[in-house]
T-cell receptor, first 116, second 114 residues
Framework: GAGVSQTPSNKVTEKGKYVELRCDPI?????LYWYRQSLGQGPEFLIY????????DSGLPNDRFFAVRPEGSVSTLKIQRTERGDSAVYLC??????????????FGQGTRLTVV | AQTVTQSQPEMSVQEAETVTLSCTYD???????LFWYKQPPSRQMILVIR??????QNATENRFSVNFQKAAKSFSLKISDSQLGDAAMYFC???????????FGQGTTLQVKP
């Protein structure tokens, strides 16, 4: 596609429910990143994929958060037993390669998750 | 661990004037990249300018330029001839040469007054 696509754009869910957030990276980009941005803050790194494998998941806050990228393209961020503190904008980015920050990362418009 | 600090939560500039946004960072790495991103209300992060740490020359992109002081670990953004469309949240970010993950500052909200 022309850019990184994230769906849904907005998601409202009840506390305790399970949610899935989808990221469609730019075609051909092997590296994919998930970030979480709380209101009024900068994005915080969650997880980085190189191809199908998670190369760095050190930013996932706890075991309720999980992400997959089974075919090396689309990625899904999964949150179990959602809590009100999970409310944030979840941003996805992709880059052509994972060779460090020398390769520009392109961001999607994010999914705003609200847990009520 | 790397940290990025933006000490100006909000800045204001008159249209056509110049404004400078501040950023400091901390790292023990010698090879890294620094970025300024713009985030309008649409939420999409847009790369404004990037600086490679091993390059002494300050990066410029049209009306945007940086003042990179490696020893002081300072990386400020100067916006010249400010335009109404420049109004947004601006984030400074650090990127390691080893991993593509970015460390962001807290952001500065820029208001441009007509």
């Amino acid at each position: 596609g022309a850019g990184v696509s994230q769906t849904p754009s907005n998601k409202v869910t009840e506390k305790g429910k399970y949610v899935e957030l989808r990221c469609d990276p730019i075609s051909g980009h092997t590296a994919l990143y998930w970030y979480r941005q709380s209101l009024g803050q900068g994005p915080e790194f969650l997880i980085y994929f190189q191809g199908t494998g998670a190369a760095d998941d050190s930013g996932l806050p706890n075991d309720r958060f999980f992400a997959v990228r089974p075919e090396g393209s689309v990625s899904t961020l999964k949150i179990q037993r959602t809590e009100r503190g999970d409310s944030a904008v979840y941003l996805c980015a992709s880059s052509l390669t994972g060779t460090g920050a020398r390769t520009e990362a392109f961001f999607g418009q994010g999914t705003r998750l609200t847990v009520v | 661990a790397q940290t990025v600090t933006q000490s100006q939560p909000e800045m204001s500039v008159q249209e056509a004037e110049t404004v400078t946004l501040s950023c400091t960072y901390d790292t023990s790495e010698s090879d890294y990249y620094l970025f300024w991103y713009k985030q309008p209300p649409s939420r999409q992060m847009i790369l404004v300018i990037r600086q490679e740490a091993y390059k002494q020359q300050n990066a410029t992109e049209n009306r945007f330029s940086v003042n990179f002081q490696k020893a002081a670990k300072s990386f400020s953004l100067k916006i010249s001839d400010s335009q109404l469309g420049d109004a947004a949240m601006y984030f400074c970010a650090f990127g390691s040469s080893n991993t593509g993950k970015l460390i962001f500052g807290q952001g500065t909200t820029l208001q441009v007054k007509p």
